[in-house]
C-alpha cells in the first residue's frame, strides 16, 4: 500500500449528501463494497479462508460481467505463500575488537524476519558497505575495492540521498541490496539505520513488531523467492556504535556524513558478528483471481493490458475500541469492486476491445507486493505480451473529487492516454503532491514495472476537499478497524472513478500501438521496457 504522510488537513466535512438515493450504478459498486469489507471476511487476511471467500466472490461477479476464466482455463492463479516466523528471540555476539560482546536484543538490535531458512547459525567478519547499492547508470558501486565473500554486509537500512525520491526509493530496496549482497558472496546483511530510517521508523519502532511473519512465494519449482543474503538484523545507532569499535572507521564520521548526504566511507571491521536465530516456517496456499475480456482484433487480441488491484487486507490485528477486523473499505475492497464495474461497463457497451485485458485481483499486497510480484512474473499469458498495467490502489472515496494523480504517469506513454480519458470526464490529471512519498515503487502496478512493462496507479486528487480528506483517512481510519462501510463515501465519486478507469482501459486496448516508456526514462531504461524512439 501506498504510504503517504499528511498532517494539518483534518477539518471540513463532506460536501455530499449520505443519504441521497443510489443510482443502479452507485448500488452495485456499495454492494461489493459491502461483501467485501463485512466482518464476516475478517479483513481478507491473504492465506486464510477468508481471503479465499472474497476471491471466490471476485470470480463469480467477473464471471457475471461476461469475463471467461484467465488463468490457463480457470479463474485463479495459485500462489503459493511461504511465511517465517520467528521462535523465539535471537543471539547475537560480538568479537573481534577488545572481549568478546553480547549485543541487546531491543535496544541494540532487532530483527525484521526474512523467509531464508528455518534456522541461521552463523559468524564471520563484517564488511561496512555504505549503503549497498550498486547502479552503473547513476555511476554508484559502494562494493568498489571490497572483498565480502564469506563475510556478513553491513549497510544503511535507507538508500542514499540525493537521487529523485522515486529513483531512490527503489535504490533503498531492501530485497534487492540483500541479493546484490548474495551475488557478491556475502552470507548475511545488517541493516543500520539511517539519519532517514531514524527519523520516520527507528528501530525501537520496529522491534514493537519483531516477531511478525515474513511472507514470500515459492515458484513453481516449490523454492522461495530468491531474497538474496538473509538479514540477521536492524542495528540502532547504539548497537552500530558497539559493531564499529576498534575499527579504522569511525561512526560518527559515517553518521554524519550520511546526515549530510556526503559520499560514506565503506571497508572492513574490526568484528566478526555470530548469531542463532530460529524461525517456525509454513507454508499457505492463495490465489490471485484472473478474469479476461478477450479482445476482438486479430492482430491485437494476442497483446494484454492488465488492469489490477489487491484483494487482501491485513485480517485481525490488536482491538481498537472493542474491534479487532481490520475490515479494509477503502483499502482496497473498493478498488476491486472498481475493477468488477469497469468489467460491467465493458459488457454493457457490447464492443469488445481491440486488445484482450486481463481484470487480476491480486494477493499479499499487504505482505510486500507479494502476488503482483507473482503474476508479474509468472503471468498466465506470454509475458511479452503485456503491454500495460493500470493499478487501482485505495482510491479514498470520501469526497467529489475534482482531479486525479496517476503515479508513473509523466514516464511513459499511458500518462497521455491518462490525462486525456480523465478529462473527457471532466477532471484534471494533476502531478503527485506528494513526491517524497515515492508512491509509483510502492503499489502493485512497480511489480509490473520490474519487468519492463509501462504502469500507472490511479487515484482522486488534492483538489478541492481531497487533501483535507486524504489526511483524515490516513489518520484516522488507514489499517485500523475503522476502515469499514460506514465511512462518508460518496458512491457518485466512486462511479466517476470506474468511468475514468473504463476510459483508460478502452483507449490502451484499442490504441494502434502499445504504450513505450519515455525515451531515456531511468525505469523504462533498467528494466529493458518498449521505448520510445
Given at each position: 500500500?501506498?504510504?503517504?504522510?499528511?498532517?494539518?488537513?483534518?477539518?471540513?466535512?463532506?460536501?455530499f449528501?449520505?443519504?441521497?438515493?443510489?443510482?443502479?450504478?452507485?448500488?452495485?459498486?456499495?454492494?461489493?463494497?459491502?461483501?467485501?469489507?463485512?466482518d464476516?471476511?475478517?479483513?481478507?487476511?491473504?492465506?486464510?479462508?477468508?481471503?479465499?471467500?472474497?476471491?471466490?466472490?471476485?470470480?463469480?461477479?467477473?464471471?457475471?460481467?461476461?469475463?471467461?476464466?484467465?488463468a490457463?482455463?480457470?479463474?485463479?492463479?495459485?500462489?503459493?505463500?511461504?511465511?517465517a516466523?520467528?521462535?523465539?528471540?535471537?543471539?547475537?555476539?560480538?568479537?573481534?575488537?577488545?572481549?568478546?560482546?553480547?549485543?541487546?536484543?531491543?535496544?541494540?538490535?532487532?530483527?525484521?524476519?526474512?523467509?531464508?531458512?528455518?534456522?541461521?547459525?552463523?559468524?564471520?567478519?563484517?564488511?561496512?558497505?555504505?549503503?549497498?547499492?550498486?547502479?552503473?547508470?547513476?555511476?554508484?558501486?559502494?562494493?568498489?575495492?571490497?572483498?565480502?565473500?564469506?563475510?556478513?554486509?553491513?549497510?544503511?537500512?535507507?538508500?542514499?540521498?540525493?537521487?529523485?525520491s522515486?529513483?531512490?526509493?527503489?535504490?533503498?530496496?531492501?530485497?534487492?541490496?540483500?541479493?546484490?549482497?548474495?551475488?557478491?558472496?556475502?552470507?548475511g546483511?545488517?541493516?543500520?539505520?539511517?539519519?532517514?530510517?531514524?527519523?520516520?521508523i527507528?528501530?525501537?519502532?520496529?522491534?514493537?513488531?519483531?516477531?511478525?511473519?515474513?511472507?514470500?512465494?515459492?515458484?513453481?519449482?516449490?523454492?522461495p523467492?530468491?531474497?538474496?543474503?538473509?538479514?540477521?538484523?536492524?542495528?540502532?545507532w547504539?548497537?552500530?556504535?558497539?559493531?564499529?569499535?576498534?575499527?579504522?572507521?569511525?561512526?560518527?564520521?559515517?553518521?554524519?556524513?550520511?546526515?549530510?548526504?556526503?559520499?560514506?566511507?565503506?571497508?572492513?571491521?574490526?568484528?566478526?558478528?555470530?548469531t542463532?536465530?530460529?524461525?517456525?516456517?509454513?507454508?499457505?496456499?492463495?490465489?490471485?483471481?484472473?478474469g479476461?475480456?478477450?479482445?476482438?482484433?486479430?492482430?491485437?487480441?494476442?497483446?494484454?493490458?492488465?488492469?489490477?488491484?489487491?484483494?487482501?487486507?491485513i485480517g485481525?490485528?490488536?482491538?481498537?475500541?472493542?474491534?479487532?477486523?481490520?475490515?479494509?473499505?477503502?483499502?482496497?475492497?473498493?478498488?476491486?469492486?472498481?475493477?468488477?464495474?469497469?468489467?460491467?461497463?465493458?459488457?454493457?457497451?457490447?464492443?469488445?476491445?481491440?486488445?484482450?485485458?486481463?481484470?487480476?485481483?491480486?494477493?499479499?499486497?499487504?505482505?510486500?507486493?507479494?502476488?503482483?510480484?507473482?503474476?508479474?512474473?509468472?503471468?498466465?499469458?506470454?509475458?511479452?505480451?503485456?503491454?500495460?498495467?493500470?493499478?487501482?490502489?485505495?482510491?479514498?472515496?470520501?469526497?467529489?473529487?475534482?482531479?486525479?494523480?496517476?503515479?508513473?504517469?509523466?514516464?511513459?506513454a499511458?500518462?497521455?492516454?491518462?490525462?486525456?480519458?480523465?478529462?473527457?470526464?471532466?477532471?484534471?490529471?494533476?502531478?503527485?503532491?506528494?513526491?517524497?512519498?515515492?508512491?509509483?515503487?510502492?503499489?502493485?502496478?512497480?511489480?509490473?514495472?520490474?519487468?519492463?512493462?509501462?504502469?500507472?496507479?490511479?487515484?482522486?486528487?488534492?483538489?478541492?476537499?481531497?487533501?483535507?480528506?486524504?489526511?483524515?483517512?490516513?489518520?484516522?481510519?488507514?489499517?485500523?478497524?475503522?476502515?469499514?462501510?460506514?465511512?462518508?463515501?460518496?458512491?457518485?465519486?466512486?462511479?466517476?472513478?470506474?468511468?475514468?478507469n473504463?476510459?483508460?482501459?478502452?483507449?490502451?486496448?484499442?490504441?494502434?500501438?502499445?504504450?513505450?516508456?519515455?525515451?531515456?526514462?531511468?525505469?523504462?531504461?533498467?528494466?529493458?521496457?518498449?521505448?520510445?524512439?
Amino acid at each position: 500500500m501506498r504510504t503517504l504522510i499528511l498532517a494539518g488537513l483534518l477539518a471540513t466535512a463532506p460536501a455530499f449528501a449520505a443519504d441521497a438515493p443510489l443510482s443502479g450504478e452507485e448500488a452495485a459498486l456499495k454492494a461489493h463494497v459491502a461483501y467485501l469489507a463485512s466482518d464476516a471476511l475478517r479483513g481478507r487476511e491473504a492465506g486464510t479462508p477468508d481471503y479465499d471467500k472474497a476471491a471466490a466472490y471476485v470470480a463469480e461477479r467477473l464471471r457475471a460481467a461476461g469475463l471467461e476464466p484467465g488463468a490457463k482455463g480457470g479463474w485463479f492463479q495459485p500462489v503459493p505463500l511461504v511465511v517465517a516466523k520467528p521462535a523465539g528471540e535471537p543471539v547475537m555476539t560480538l568479537t573481534g575488537a577488545g572481549p568478546a560482546r553480547t549485543l541487546v536484543f531491543g535496544t541494540d538490535y532487532t530483527l525484521r524476519s526474512t523467509p531464508a531458512g528455518a534456522s541461521i547459525d552463523l559468524s564471520a567478519p563484517v564488511v561496512f558497505a555504505g549503503y549497498g547499492v550498486v547502479d552503473p547508470a547513476l555511476g554508484l558501486d559502494d562494493y568498489r575495492g571490497l572483498d565480502v565473500r564469506g563475510k556478513i554486509v553491513a549497510m544503511f537500512y535507507s538508500g542514499p540521498k540525493g537521487p529523485p525520491s522515486e529513483v531512490a526509493a527503489h535504490l533503498g530496496n531492501r530485497a534487492d541490496r540483500a541479493r546484490t549482497a548474495a551475488a557478491r558472496g556475502a552470507l548475511g546483511v545488517v541493516f543500520i539505520e539511517s539519519s532517514q530510517s531514524r527519523g520516520i521508523i527507528p528501530v525501537s519502532a520496529i522491534h514493537r513488531n519483531w516477531d511478525a511473519r515474513a511472507v514470500t512465494w515459492a515458484g513453481p519449482d516449490g523454492r522461495p523467492r530468491d531474497g538474496g543474503a538473509p538479514t540477521l538484523a536492524v542495528m540502532s545507532w547504539e548497537g552500530a556504535a558497539k559493531l564499529f569499535a576498534g575499527s579504522a572507521l569511525n561512526w560518527t564520521d559515517i553518521l554524519a556524513a550520511d546526515t549530510a548526504g556526503r559520499a560514506v566511507p565503506t571497508g572492513a571491521l574490526a568484528a566478526t558478528l555470530a548469531t542463532r536465530q530460529a524461525f517456525a516456517l509454513t507454508r499457505l496456499p492463495s490465489s490471485n483471481v484472473v478474469g479476461l475480456l478477450r479482445g476482438s482484433d486479430p492482430k491485437l487480441r494476442g497483446e494484454y493490458v492488465v488492469l489490477s488491484g489487491h484483494l487482501d487486507h491485513i485480517g485481525v490485528t490488536r482491538p481498537v475500541n472493542g474491534d479487532a477486523i481490520n475490515n479494509g473499505a477503502m483499502d482496497n475492497a473498493i478498488g476491486i469492486a472498481s475493477m468488477i464495474e469497469v468489467a460491467r461497463r465493458f459488457q454493457a457497451e457490447g464492443r469488445r476491445p481491440r486488445r484482450s485485458i486481463l481484470f487480476v485481483a491480486v494477493t499479499a499486497e499487504e505482505k510486500g507486493l507479494i502476488g503482483s510480484d507473482y503474476f508479474a512474473t509468472y503471468p498466465t499469458v506470454s509475458k511479452s505480451s503485456v503491454v500495460a498495467n493500470v493499478n487501482l490502489d485505495m482510491p479514498i472515496l470520501t469526497y467529489r473529487f475534482r482531479d486525479l494523480v496517476a503515479f508513473g504517469a509523466d514516464r511513459s506513454a499511458i500518462g497521455p492516454v491518462v490525462a486525456t480519458a480523465a478529462r473527457a470526464q471532466g477532471f484534471a490529471l494533476v502531478r503527485d503532491p506528494e513526491p517524497e512519498q515515492a508512491s509509483f515503487v510502492r503499489t502493485d502496478h512497480y511489480s509490473f514495472v520490474r519487468q519492463g512493462v509501462p504502469s500507472v496507479s490511479l487515484v482522486p486528487g488534492p483538489g478541492g476537499e481531497g487533501a483535507a480528506a486524504t489526511a483524515r483517512f490516513l489518520q484516522t481510519n488507514y489499517h485500523k478497524p475503522g476502515d469499514q462501510i460506514d465511512q462518508p463515501i460518496d458512491w457518485t465519486a466512486g462511479v466517476n472513478f470506474v468511468r475514468v478507469n473504463h476510459a483508460i482501459a478502452r483507449a490502451l486496448a484499442d490504441a494502434p500501438d502499445r504504450p513505450r516508456w519515455v525515451k531515456g526514462d531511468y525505469f523504462g531504461t533498467l528494466y529493458k521496457g518498449p521505448m520510445a524512439r
